[in-house]
């Protein structure tokens, strides 16, 4: 993955499960139905992203290569 990958899961999506994970603890009926789909969804989501993201970087690191070198005898 690259770098904005990582920022993307450390900075947005943790902070963002947590705070939903404590608003779905403050219902009071204690509905576990939504944190059963909060927990698919971000299951669905992180393996979308992350294949996404592998594919982008197989794609594009062929053309990023640098150009061979000449060499002056």
């Known amino acids: 993955m ?5 920022i ?3 900075l947005m999506l943790i902070p963002a499960i947590i ?4 608003m779905i603890k403050q219902d009071k009926k204690k ?9 698919l969804g971000v299951l ?3 393996y979308t992203i ?3 993201d592998k ?7 062929k053309a990023a290569d640098a150009p061979k070198s000449s060499s002056f005898r």
């Open 8 to 10: 993307f899961f450390g």
């Open 44 to 46: 669905i989501a992180t």
């Open 2 to 6: 690259g770098t904005m990958s990582y």
């Open 31 to 39: 509905n576990y139905l939504g944190l059963f789909f909060l927990i």
């Open 55 to 61: 594919d982008f970087m197989e794609k594009n690191a």
């Open 50 to 52: 992350i294949r996404l």
């Open 19 to 22: 705070f939903l994970v404590w």
